[in-house]
């Protein structure tokens, strides 16, 4: 049985996406969002491959992460990451999918971390 708010965040998935689209001039930034854990990926969606990704469990941010602490600045240091990865492979604006959660906590946070990380969208 799904609950509740897994069902309405399903719905509220569906109609963000009929909406937007990663092309490959302007990718698509995703977000999930974990009970523990919080992952960031860059999508062109014309070829349906992922170009970047990162999460809070990726090596590279490991010692940070230890000192963060809080899930949000766990959250803001994985949008950095992944605006790190995007500009490397010339990334420079993206499309935000929040993925059917709320704008706001982590997923904010995320898309804070990447904006200050130099990615535009």
Do not use: C, W
């Not at 399903?10 to 930034?29: F, H, N, Q, V, W």
């Not at 995320?110 to 904006?115: K, P």
Request: proline share 1%; hydrophobic share 35%; glycine share 8%.
């Amino acid at each position: 049985m799904i609950g509740k708010n897994k069902n309405s965040r399903e719905r509220a998935k569906i109609k963000i996406r009929k909406k937007l689209s990663g092309i490959t001039e302007r990718p698509r930034l995703t977000v999930f969002r974990s009970l523990n854990n919080i992952y960031a990926q860059v999508i062109d969606d014309t070829t349906g491959k992922t170009l970047v990704s990162a999460s809070s469990l990726s090596k590279e941010i490991a010692e940070e992460l230890k000192a963060a602490g809080a899930k949000k600045a766990k959250s803001k240091l994985v949008g950095a990451l992944v605006a790190k990865k995007a500009i490397e492979s010339k990334i420079s604006t993206v499309v935000f999918d929040r993925n059917g959660y709320r704008y706001h906590g982590r997923v904010q946070a995320v898309a804070e971390g990447a904006r200050e990380g130099g990615l535009k969208f």
